[in-house]
Nanobody, 124 residues
């Protein structure tokens, strides 16, 4: 059973940084894509970034490119999202997701496994 547990969220001032972690367990993740999504209050879940677990190739949404970086530590079975130059518009619940495929997709419906999410609040 795949389990994803996020951590690292919190309250930060605009311009600040946070690093989110997603600890993955219950499976061997070679052949998986791991992604981060954000969901602001009253809005649909939105793709942020993805990483191919085996190759390390990444894909990042244009809206956060240059500010957010996804990475993984295979030895720790953990995926990270480094968020820099945070803006109030980045305020959302950030969730980690996994899909059994090497193809990047941005639609949340294509991901079978989800963590519980971690709240990120950016104050102005």
């Amino acid at each position: 059973q795949v389990q994803l547990v996020e951590s690292g969220g919190g309250l930060v001032q605009a311009g600040g940084s946070l690093r989110l972690s997603c600890a993955a367990s219950g499976h061997t993740f070679n052949g998986y894509v791991m992604s981060w999504f954000q969901q602001a209050p009253g809005k649909a879940r939105k793709f942020v970034a993805a990483i191919n677990w085996q190759s390390g190739y990444t894909y990042t949404a244009d809206s956060v490119k240059g500010r957010f970086t996804i990475s993984r530590d295979n030895a720790k079975n953990t995926v990270y999202l480094q968020m820099n130059s945070l803006k109030p518009d980045d305020t959302a619940i950030y969730s980690c997701a996994a899909r059994s495929s090497v193809l990047f997709t941005t639609s949340p419906t294509t991901y079978a496994y989800w963590g519980q999410g971690t709240q990120v609040t950016v104050s102005s």
